[in-house]
């Protein structure tokens, strides 16, 4: 039985109409340039471009500021930023509270759209992996998912006295709170019934993000990992933050033209690919999940290829256990422990590696998790899916084995096989729409962005 949401069409809600008050630029926020030189451009320029690298999205409809002005400087931004083949991209008129935004850009999507993304231009730097992060986790069947980061500063609860003068009345437990960031992603339908009974139009206190309409209905809340990147632009010192982001990105565009001496060492690469590893003393190990047939290995030879790791694949490690003659019922748990045992041998003399196996089920996950405490390794978990079943089925059925005595599994053992979700992945791929090589970009780029 397939997920909730599984393979639904995604379209972006990217509200750009609010008035950017507190930024006093004495125009809409979303209209203000952000970033120095050639790299300048209105907020939702940046904010757009940024939501275009997610290949998942379908349709987007930018809600704007709906003076007539506003209305027209902000369509005329959003038409100068190019748009991937096979995307629809709208303008409307927002309203008065975002709230009010939200639904009108929410009524504005089109009908095939089952997922549904609501996004702040005023977050114009998010990186694609936190949109990846939510939709993965709306497929795989969580109804309402937020990208949130942990409370670093101590918290008080205040009390303001009769001249306005605050003093402390607590301070709060901060191990469980949460920043939470946007896109936030839904199931439409949870959308819209919490817009329909808690939203801008209801008697209800109206809530400042989407999850929180959900909560006021009981709806429960996933959240998974945002980024410091997804700042929202909301002061004059932000949009200063951000620009300097986008000056860095500029002065190191290349790793290659720009040795960054915290890299550990140099690899071959072909000519025109960038190399990443992971810091000094610090190896990177990339742990690939995802079902048999979805892609894992291609991705895994490409990425190894590019930054000179070592290419662990659970299969040909099964396959010499057999030949040495272990029993087929011993084969899953002795294959992945001697797959930890050897990762962990080459980490510790500092090599780069890449897990190419199933992992599908927590118990598999955790132990790579132990592997990276051990040997102090930078772990990136990636999960792999293929979210079309019949191009899926296609390539189960049309592989040839490539290890010998290697007995690849029916299409019937792939669609049962276990595959439990993984809200930790940091990167997300769909091998639908990714060719390797961008799925390797976006190995490469999640590496590249908690380095
Ligand atoms: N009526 C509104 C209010 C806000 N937003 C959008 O909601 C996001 C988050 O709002 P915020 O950062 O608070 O923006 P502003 O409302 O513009 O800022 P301020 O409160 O400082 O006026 C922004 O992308 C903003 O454009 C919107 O579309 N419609
Ligand atoms: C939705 C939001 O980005 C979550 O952090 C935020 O609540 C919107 O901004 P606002 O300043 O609360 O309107």
Redesign the pocket.
């Known amino acids: 039985m397939p997920n909730a949401g599984e393979g639904w069409p995604v379209g972006l809600v990217l509200v750009a109409a609010?008035q950017g008050t507190?930024l006093g630029a004495g125009m809409p926020k979303a209209l203000v340039p952000l970033g120095h030189g050639p790299r300048s451009a209105p907020v939702i320029v940046h904010a757009l471009r940024a939501a275009l690298r997610c290949r998942a999205l379908t349709s987007v409809v930018v809600v704007a500021p709906a003076d007539p002005d506003g209305m027209a400087q902000l369509s005329a931004a959003v038409a100068s930023v190019p748009v991937p083949p096979g995307v629809s991209v709208t303008v409307v008129p927002g309203g008065a509270e975002?709230a009010d935004s939200v639904a009108l850009g929410l009524a504005a999507l089109p009908t095939e759209v089952g997922v549904v993304l609501?996004h702040?231009a005023?977050?114009a730097l998010t990186p694609v992996e936190v949109f990846d992060r939510v939709i993965h986790a709306v497929h795989s069947g969580h109804a309402a998912v937020?990208p949130a980061l942990p409370v670093t500063d101590t918290v008080k609860q205040v009390t303001v006295g009769p001249t306005g003068v605050e003093t402390v009345a607590a301070t709060v437990d901060r191990s469980t709170l949460r920043?939470?960031?946007?896109p936030?992603g839904f199931l439409r339908e949870t959308l819209e019934r919490a817009h329909r009974e808690f939203g801008a139009g209801s008697a209800a206190p109206l809530a400042?993000?989407?999850?929180?309409m959900v909560e006021a209905h009981g709806g429960r809340v996933t959240v998974v990992a945002g980024s410091p990147r997804a700042l929202?632009i909301?002061t004059p010192h932000d949009l200063e933050v951000a620009a300097a982001w986008l000056d860095d990105d500029n002065d190191n565009p290349d790793p290659d033209s720009s040795p960054d001496p915290r890299r550990a060492r140099d690899v071959v690469a072909p000519e025109g690919t960038r190399r990443t590893e992971g810091l000094p003393g610090r190896p990177l190990l990339v742990v690939l999940s995802g079902l048999p047939g979805v892609g894992k290995t291609t991705i895994a030879r490409a990425l190894c290829r590019r930054i000179g790791a070592a290419h662990l694949r659970v299969d040909t490690v099964e396959q010499g256990l057999l030949r040495g003659g272990l029993p087929e019922d011993e084969l899953v748990a002795q294959g992945y422990g001697a797959t930890y045992a050897v990762a962990t041998d080459q980490l510790a003399v500092g090599t780069p590696v890449v897990a190419d196996m199933v992992n599908g089920i927590s118990l598999a996950r955790e132990a790579w998790d132990e592997v990276a405490a051990a040997t102090g390794a930078r772990l990136v978990r990636v999960l792999v899916e293929c979210s079309d079943p019949g191009l899926h089925r296609r390539r189960v059925e049309g592989r040839a084995p490539d290890l010998e005595g290697h007995r690849l599994p029916s299409w019937e053992e792939v669609r049962d096989r276990e595959l439990e979700s993984w809200v930790e992945a940091d990167v997300c791929l769909d091998t639908a729409v990714l060719s390797a090589e961008e799925a390797v970009e976006r190995i490469i780029a999640q590496v590249e962005d908690g380095t």
């Open positions: 609010g507190r975002r609501v702040d005023a977050r937020t920043a939470v960031q946007t936030q400042t993000d989407d999850c929180g929202k909301t």
